[in-house]
C-alpha cells in the first residue's frame, strides 16, 4: 500500500484518490465491477484499486451490502 513518504508524493498514494471513488459513489450505489470500470483510468491498477476500498471500509466512508452486492457511500448528515 503506497502512502505518502520521502520516495511516494502524495499524488502517487491511494490517499489521492479517495475522492475519486468517493465523488463517484456519492451519485448512488454501484456493484464493484461498475465502480472499477468507472474509476479505473484515474486510481491505476487493480491491486490499486482494491487498497483504496479496503482503506475506505476501514475508515467508514463506504459499505458493502452483501445482500445487493452493491458499494453506498456513507453520509455523515
Known sequence: MRFP???NRFNESVISKF???LS???QGEMTVLE???????STGDV????EI???LYALGQIEYNAET???HYVSRN
Not at 35 to 41: A, G, S
Open 24 to 26: 463517484v459513489l456519492e
Open 35 to 41: 465502480l472499477y470500470n468507472t474509476v479505473n483510468e
Open 47 to 50: 491491486g490499486d484499486f482494491l
Open 5 to 7: 513518504n520521502k520516495i
Open 53 to 55: 476500498l479496503d482503506c
Open 69 to 71: 452486492r452493491l458499494l
Open 19 to 21: 475522492s475519486v471513488v
